[in-house]
T-cell receptor, first 117, second 113 residues
Framework: EPEVTQTPSHQVTQMGQEVILRCVPI?????FYWYRQILGQKVEFLVS????????KSEIFDDQFSVERPDGSNFTLKIRSTKLEDSAMYFC???????????????FGDGTRLSIL | QKEVEQNSGPLSVPEGAIASLNCTYS??????FFWYRQYSGKSPELIMF????GDKEDGRFTAQLNKASQYVSLLIRDSQPSDSATYLC?????????????FGTGTRLQVTL
C-alpha cells in the first residue's frame, strides 16, 4: 500500500540552527499537510498546501517556518532559527482529490522527531 | 476556538469485550470525522472515517455519528491486546477544501488478558 515517507526519522539540532524536514507524499495525492505533536500533547495542525501554495496555516506557523515543494515528489518544512520549544514530532500527511461531501482522509508519515539542544 | 473533546482514559477492557470510545466536537459546521490509532512513539494510523449520521462498520470497528448532538464514537468489537493504543478523534470542517484536522487529546485504551 502506498505510504507517506519522511526523513530523517530523528534530527538533533542546536538552538538557532536551521532544519529542513523532508516528506514524500503518496504519489497521486494533491493536498499536503504538516502537523506537530509535542510529547504528551495533542496533534496540532501547522500548514496545508495545494497547487504550489499554502492553503491554510495556524498561528504556530510563524515567519520562522516555510514549506516548499521543490520538485514533483518532495514536500519540505523548513524552520529557520530553531527554538527549544520547537522540539516535537513533526508529521507530514497527504490526501487525495476532494469529495463533493466530506474530505478525503489524510494519511500520515512515520514522523520526524526533532530535538533542539 | 474549535474543540474536540475526548476522555483521556485509560479505558480498560478485557480481551474479547467491546470497547466504546467517545468524542464530542464544538463546531457545528464540521463535515468529516476520523478515527486514528496511535501507538506510543508512532504516527497516527487511519482506522475509520464517517461523513453521514448513523453507523459505519468496517470489520471489528464501527463508527457512529450524531451531528445533532455533535457526537462521534468508535466501537471496537472482540477487543485484542494489539488494540491497546491511543485513539484519536479528528474533525475537519466543510468539504471541497483542503481543511485542517482538529484532533482531540486521544483516549488511551488498554485491553487486558
Amino acid at each position: 500500500e502506498p505510504e507517506v515517507t519522511q526523513t530523517p526519522s530523528h534530527q538533533v539540532t542546536q538552538m538557532g540552527q536551521e532544519v529542513i524536514l523532508r516528506c514524500v507524499p503518496i504519489s497521486n495525492h494533491l493536498y499536503f499537510y504538516w502537523y506537530r505533536q509535542i510529547l504528551g500533547q495533542k496533534v496540532e495542525f501547522l500548514v496545508s498546501f495545494y497547487n504550489n501554495e499554502i492553503s491554510e496555516k495556524s498561528e504556530i506557523f510563524d515567519d520562522q517556518f516555510s514549506v516548499e515543494r521543490p520538485d514533483g515528489s518532495n514536500f519540505t518544512l523548513k524552520i529557520r532559527s530553531t527554538k527549544l520549544e520547537d522540539s516535537a514530532m513533526y508529521f507530514c500527511a497527504s490526501s487525495d482529490y476532494l469529495r463533493v461531501r466530506g474530505n478525503q482522509p489524510q494519511h500520515f508519515g512515520d514522523g520526524t522527531r526533532l530535538s533542539i539542544l | 476556538q474549535k474543540e474536540v473533546e475526548q476522555n483521556s482514559g485509560p479505558l480498560s477492557v478485557p480481551e474479547g469485550a467491546i470497547a466504546s470510545l467517545n468524542c464530542t466536537y464544538s463546531d457545528r459546521g464540521s463535515q468529516s470525522f476520523f478515527w486514528y490509532r496511535q501507538y506510543s512513539g508512532k504516527s497516527p494510523e487511519l482506522i475509520m472515517f464517517i461523513y453521514s449520521n448513523g453507523d459505519k462498520e468496517d470489520g471489528r470497528f464501527t463508527a457512529q455519528l450524531n451531528k445533532a448532538s455533535q457526537y462521534v464514537s468508535l466501537l471496537i468489537r472482540d477487543s485484542q491486546p494489539s488494540d491497546s493504543a491511543t485513539y484519536l478523534c479528528a474533525v475537519n470542517e466543510g468539504s471541497g477544501t483542503a481543511s485542517k484536522l482538529t484532533f482531540g487529546t486521544g483516549t488511551r485504551l488498554q485491553v487486558t488478558l
